[in-house]
């Protein structure tokens, strides 16, 4: 079959608009005309962006397959960003506003009515998941309901974090209380490929712990946020959420220039990290809660058990077509079992369903715009050109957005994907001989978030794990690169993290120990127990929350 041939057979995965089924289509294109700001849905009349779907359709007479065109959004500028800051500013009245210095267990009460209504718009939010960035509706589903399982987990987190510090602790001749408080403002900014999960992973714990937010959606899954405009704007005060629809570019410089962002929270790269952090005037004074780039490797020792290292890269390698931060983006396998490696992966690769993200059992769906599959090229040519092969058939081949995976082999140093973040379905594979290669490919990296080792040997697992967990902060035995469960630490070394998320991590990541102190002295206990008593203080507190 030719390479025309392929792509032809491709285009015809993309379905006739008359043959979408109708449970999946969404009712009408969503034009968003509103932000959140101060409390209000404030109408924009200004330009606005058209979102085109990762999905295309075929027109019958033609065969050509166009994006559909699903809504638009807000293109606002810097006049909105300020205006969404000082709201976020006022909100938090260097720390004397209603939601900083409201009880936890209000706080946590307002945000269980804002799961209450997140829940009722789980179908289009789905759909919008599903239709903005191509992601398949059973991993659509499941992101929305891990995300409500993780607001409820960061909820209990809380309440356990808060209990254990319901209580005086005397050293010294010094009694204190030691609860943590929040930061400030925070700017919040999650990616495209988990744009509610992800960005949830910071916005929800940054509210639970008292922070006021500016947020900014990201520019592939802008729509889906529009549906719970409502929820935030009727479950929060005025002003403890806004939201900004802008470029980036012009409006995130700007914002922490003003000095008054005091946290910065962003999913993203780390060119883009370093950048917009040496725009705060006081860098001291930032805070930064940062996922950011990835090369997470396999390394595939001798005497591993292929079938299930082959069951796990794939996975790893492809799920969600290879763009997860912890996805597997460069497969390292010893040269004695490289070949037998490579058959059965490419075997296996060819069962992958190739399809829309409704239909049932999809694995390889639509990358979300054009310059995808450009980069995507890109890469494969200059692999091509310095030595490597597309080893399975129709590798690299793609139609509009969508786009074959291929496997790469021999991938060496000098090539794009040795070492940059491919970021979709390219699957590098290098040989090594001597361990020390592989290891030595982890050390050099950059990035240093994850490493899986597929081995059946305990002495040499063993020694592997003890370098590797000084170079990344999660070292995989015979499976995948992950997060989860929430409730591990996520983290990354070097260029591809700063700080830590998890369950318990990120609340302790959004705030900050404050105590207050006093002699032990008879006077300071009647001060105390007073206060205590008469409910003075938030603050100053014994009460347990249930």
Not at 3 to 28: C, M
Not at 129 to 140: C, P, R, T
Not at 225 to 240: I, K, M, Q, S, W
Request: proline share 6%.
């Amino acid at each position: 079959m030719t390479t025309l041939d392929r792509r032809a057979q491709l285009a015809q995965h993309f379905p006739l608009p008359e043959d979408i089924p109708a449970e999946h289509r969404l009712s009408a294109p969503l034009h968003q005309r509103h932000s959140l700001i101060q409390g209000q849905l404030v109408e924009w009349n200004g330009p606005c962006k058209t979102v085109l779907s990762p999905v295309c359709t075929r027109d019958l007479a033609t065969g050509e397959a166009k994006q559909v065109e699903i809504g638009s959004y807000p293109v606002m500028g810097e006049a909105e960003s300020d205006a969404a800051l000082d709201a976020a500013v006022a909100a938090y009245a260097n720390g004397r506003g209603a939601w900083p210095t409201m009880a936890v267990a209000e706080r946590i009460g307002c945000m269980q009515e804002f799961v209450r209504q997140m829940a009722q718009q789980r179908e289009l939010i789905v759909k919008l998941i599903m239709w903005e960035i191509g992601k398949s509706l059973a991993d659509s589903r499941k992101e929305f309901d891990r995300t409500v399982e993780y607001i409820q987990a960061t909820i209990e987190s809380l309440k356990e974090l808060d209990n254990g510090s319901s209580r005086f602790v005397i050293a010294e001749g010094t009694i204190g209380q030691i609860r943590r408080t929040p930061l400030g403002v925070v700017l919040c900014m999650g990616p495209y490929n988990y744009p509610l999960n992800e960005t949830f992973a910071t916005l929800i714990p940054a509210l639970l712990m008292g922070n006021t937010v500016v947020f900014k959606p990201p520019q592939y899954g802008t729509l889906l946020f529009h549906p719970l405009l409502e929820a935030f704007r009727t479950a929060f005060p005025p002003g403890v959420i806004n939201t900004i629809y802008a470029p980036g570019a012009v409006v995130v410089p700007r914002l922490l220039a003003s000095g008054k962002v005091n946290v910065l929270a962003l999913i993203g790269s780390s060119k883009v990290a370093d950048h917009l952090k040496k725009q705060h005037p006081k860098s001291h004074r930032l805070r930064a809660i940062l996922g950011l780039d990835a090369k997470n490797a396999a390394i595939v020792l001798p005497d591993a058990d292929i079938e299930l290292a082959v069951k796990e890269c794939l996975l790893g390698a492809l799920s969600f077509n290879g763009q997860r931060c912890t996805a597997l983006k460069m497969l390292i396998v010893h040269r004695s079992i490289v070949e037998r490696f490579v058959q059965r992966f490419t075997e296996e690769l060819g069962k992958l369903k190739v399809g829309m993200p409704w239909e049932a059992g999809v694995s390889i769906t639509p990358l979300p715009g054009l310059h995808r599959t450009a980069y995507m090229t890109e890469a494969l040519e200059d692999a091509k050109a310095k030595g490597a092969n597309i080893v399975n058939e129709g590798g690299g081949d793609f139609c509009q957005t969508l786009y074959s995976p291929a496997v790469v082999y021999p991938v060496r140093e000098g090539m794009k994907l040795y070492r940059e973040e491919q970021f979709g379905p390219l699957v590098p594979i290098m040989p090594f001989d001597d361990i020390e290669a592989a290891l030595d490919y982890v050390i050099t990296s950059d990035h240093g978030q994850q490493v899986s080792i597929f081995g059946t040997d305990p002495a040499q697992i063993g020694a592997l794990v003890d370098p590797l967990v000084n170079q990344v902060c999660r070292v995989n035995i015979n499976c995948q690169c992950q997060r989860g469960p929430d409730v591990f630490p996520f983290a990354g070394r070097k260029d591809s993290a700063e700080g830590t998320l998890s369950v318990a991590d990120a609340l302790r990541a959004f705030s900050i120990r404050s105590m207050v102190a006093a002699k032990q002295t008879e006077p300071s206990k009647k001060l105390l127990n007073a206060i205590v008593q008469d409910h003075q203080s938030q603050f100053i507190n014994t009460g347990f929350i249930l």
